[in-house]
């Protein structure tokens, strides 16, 4: 996987911008005015969004496989159901941010080309495997919480309608994260094997959980630029934090043990104190060297290769239906 380089930022690009457009832009985000695709935008805001928002739909879409590995053996009739609606939220968020991204001027074929050729971004956190149940209660508390955190200022974030599609994926984000807690408490009330379980998956989970947030703030080469755009609106580190202080009581009330030596509430600073990041695993996954990495793309272009007669089914449905009402 490498950088999105066609939709990085140009510096060239902003010498050529009037003046006097740049500055009305600016000063409409300053006020925090929603900017819409028919507004003026400078094109480095326009290619930072799409950058964001494709990897944002990315994600939910491969998001879906790690969960969707357990849909046939979840442990009850319940459990499946659950599992299966919240899999397909995970699906139509995909849907909502392809769309956003496409109100920019990006053509879904081409995010979708890129994101198979394996030359896109999506969050490294899914290219972990889910070998136990315990996982899926760990995803839908520690990667559903995470993705929470991230979002919740997202619904505030400059751009309209990435900020609209970020108020109803919230709302679900928040079904989600109830129902991995649920099933980790579950778990952790029941026999001493299925807390070592959920143990195990809080042992395997917590880490990665921490690097979605992205490198640490001086080491994120586009935070400096989304921020005063206001695309985004607390800098990775910020959210780290706040997503340790969140969860840390959680785990306590679980009776679980965040496997990190050196997590200590921090009085004078009122958050948690927390352990070094293995950053050079973030930025090895980052590079598509995670252990599912692969797997995840091949499942992804067989889906896409499996689902072409559904796509040329709609296509035949649509030039009928423009026949008969040209007729
Ligand atoms: N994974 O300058 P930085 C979900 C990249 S899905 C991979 O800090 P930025 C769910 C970054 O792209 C929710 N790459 O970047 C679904 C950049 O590379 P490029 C997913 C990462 O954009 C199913 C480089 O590292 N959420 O909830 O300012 C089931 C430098 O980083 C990651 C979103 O996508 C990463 N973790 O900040 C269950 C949220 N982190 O593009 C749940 C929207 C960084 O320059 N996105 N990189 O080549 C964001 O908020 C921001 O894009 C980030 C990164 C905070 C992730």
Redesign the pocket.
């Known amino acids: 996987m490498y ?2 380089e066609l939709q ?1 930022a140009d510096p060239g690009v902003r010498s050529v911008e009037p003046a006097d457009l740049v500055a009305a832009f600016e000063a409409r985000v300053a006020a925090d005015e929603f900017i819409e695709p028919k507004d003026w935008m400078p094109e480095a805001y326009r290619r930072t969004l799409i ?2 928002i494709s ?2 739909a990315h ?2 879409i491969v ?2 496989l790690p ?1 969707g590995n357990w849909i046939t053996r979840a442990p009850s009739l319940r459990r499946k159901a659950i599992l299966l609606a919240k899999v397909q939220d ?1 699906g139509g968020h995909g849907l909502y941010l392809y769309s956003a991204a496409e109100t920019l001027g990006a053509s879904r074929a081409e995010m979708i080309d890129a994101l198979h050729a394996g030359k896109a ?5 899914f290219n972990y495997p889910t070998p136990t149940w315990a996982d899926i209660g760990a ?1 839908g508390w520690l ?2 919480g995470a ?1 929470i955190m ?2 919740v200022p ?1 619904q505030r974030t400059s751009y309209g309608p990435y900020a609209r599609a970020m108020v109803r994926v919230c709302k679900e ?1 928040s079904f ?1 994260q109830r129902q991995g807690y649920e099933i980790m408490m579950t778990l952790a009330a029941g026999t001493s094997a299925q807390r070592r379980m959920a143990q195990d998956a809080l042992d395997r989970w917590w880490w990665p959980a921490l ?5 640490p703030d001086d080491q ?4 400096e630029q ?1 921020m005063r755009w206001r695309i ?1 609106r607390d800098t ?1 580190d910020e959210l780290r934090q706040k997503f340790v202080d969140a969860t840390v009581p959680q785990a306590e009330l679980l009776g679980l043990t965040i496997p990190d030596p050196d997590l200590r509430w921090n009085e004078a600073r009122g958050g948690y104190d927390f352990g070094a990041i293995e950053w050079e695993e973030f930025f090895a996954v ?1 590079r598509g060297e995670g252990p599912c990495a692969r797997e995840r793309i091949e499942a992804r272009r067989k889906a896409w290769e499996d689902g072409a007669w559904v796509r040329e089914a709609a296509d035949a449905y649509e030039m009928k239906r423009r026949q008969r009402l040209a007729a």
């Open positions: 950088t999105t990085k950058r964001q990897q944002h994600s939910e998001g879906m969960e995970e971004k999506y969050s490294t956190i995803i990667v559903d993705a991230n979002q997202l984000e989600h690097m979605m947030f992205g490198p994120s080469p586009n935070s989304s985004k990775n980052v």
